[in-house]
């Protein structure tokens, strides 16, 4: 069974960077046509997409948060990073991985990761 699970810090300083990473087991980064994505949500609101790394290595992201927004993997380890700079109260979210077939279709998701973003 496929399963994810993230990880990192749980409380950032604003203009600060967020940084996560979600561990990958049952299936490999590069298994085509698979692509692996960052999605959050915010206190009392609706999911929003982040961003994607597909099994290329080909990233993707969501255009409001493009500017402050990277995603890397490391294929040895099996797990991808997300990394968001400048943030501000309004990152503070529920931060999820998880692994997409086809276009909005998420088949496998992490538990989530809570993440505040205050001084």
């Known amino acids: 069974q496929v399963q994810l699970r993230e990880s990192g810090p749980g409380l950032v300083k604003p203009s600060q960077t967020l940084s996560l990473t979600c561990n990958v087991s049952?299936?490999?980064?590069?298994?085509?046509?698979?692509?692996w994505s960052w999605i959050r949500q915010p206190p009392e609101k609706g999911l929003e997409w982040v961003g994607a790394?597909?099994?290329?290595?080909?990233?993707s992201y969501n255009p409001a948060l493009r500017r402050r927004t990277s995603i890397s993997r490391d294929t040895s380890k099996n797990q991808f990073t997300l990394q968001v700079t400048s943030v501000t109260p309004e990152d503070t979210a529920v931060y999820y991985c998880?692994?997409?077939?086809?276009?909005?279709?998420?088949?496998?998701w992490g538990q989530g990761a809570q993440v505040i973003v205050s001084s």
């Open positions: 998880a692994r997409g077939g086809d276009v909005s279709n998420y088949d496998y």
């Open positions: 049952g299936d490999s980064l590069t298994t085509k046509y698979y692509y």
């Open positions: 790394i597909a099994h290329s290595g080909g990233t």
